[in-house]
T-cell receptor, first 113, second 110 residues
Framework: DAGVIQSPRHEVTEMGQEVTLRCKPI?????LFWYRQTMMRGLELLIY????????DSGMPEDRFSAKMPNASFSTLKIQPSEPRDSAVYFC???????????FGPGTRLTVT | DAKTTQPPSMDCAEGRAANLPCNHS???????VYWYRQIHSQGPQYIIH???NNETNEMASLIITEDRKSSTLILPHATLRDTAVYYC???????????FGKGTTLSVSS
């Protein structure tokens, strides 16, 4: 398996623009997680899905952030409008619900200028 | 999930054993101890987990005290590639997400 796939790997955008991050989980995994990592706040959970249904979005910073999982093999995290403080590395992870191990993707490094 | 406490940083000489401690004094009976590591600029990587018994795999060994209030991750022969942030997580609710603390930055030098 190719592992968790994220795209793009790097994104540079201007403040106010819409940003869409994409994630393809490992085939067969039915839980998907979005994390954000900054130097100041470390690795934070934003939202996670079980069987394509959002379970806990309490980590989503504000209404500018939204996440969807239209099917078992694809998820998006959208920021609209983006702000400089959104600059971070965004990780997607997936897991089979019957296991505890989460597998992380390589991350998307977002820079908002 | 139980809160864990780890030293912020540790050093280790290449070829020596690296012993990374973790305190989880409020761990409940159904919570496992998980270890992940994050090498610079990469996503976190699963290392090992355990409930009560000591565990060993190709990457590391996990020693859990009898009262389960603390554990130690052992990298038997540390290499430069083991330089990373190591996270200890107490986790027991299947179907929920791992919550990461600040971890321990392990620096392995030659």
């Amino acid at each position: 398996d190719a592992g968790v796939i994220q795209s793009p790997r790097h994104e540079v955008t201007e403040m106010g623009q819409e940003v869409t991050l994409r994630c393809k989980p490992i085939s067969g995994h039915n839980s998907l997680f979005w994390y954000r990592q900054t130097m100041m706040r470390g690795l934070e959970l934003l939202i996670y899905f079980n069987n394509n249904v959002p379970i806990d979005d309490s980590g989503m910073p504000e209404d500018r952030f939204s996440a969807k999982m239209p099917n078992a093999s694809f998820s998006t995290l959208k920021i609209q409008p983006s702000e400089p403080r959104d600059s971070a590395v965004y990780f997607c992870a997936s897991r089979w619900t019957g296991a505890y191990e989460q597998y992380f993707g390589p991350g998307t490094r977002l820079t908002v200028t | 999930d139980a809160k864990t406490t780890q030293p912020p940083s540790m050093d280790c000489a290449e070829g020596r054993a690296a012993n990374l401690p973790c305190n989880h004094s409020t761990i409940s009976g159904n919570e496992y101890v998980y270890w992940y590591r994050q090498i610079h600029s990469q996503g976190p990587q699963y290392i090992i987990h355990g409930l009560k018994n000591n565990e060993t795999n190709e990457m590391a060994s996990l020693i859990i005290t009898e009262d389960r209030k603390s554990s130690t991750l052992i990298l038997p022969h540390a290499t430069l590639r083991d330089t990373a942030v190591y996270y200890c997580i107490a986790y027991g609710q299947a179907g929920t997400a791992l919550i990461f603390g600040k971890g321990t930055t392990l620096s392995v030098s030659s």
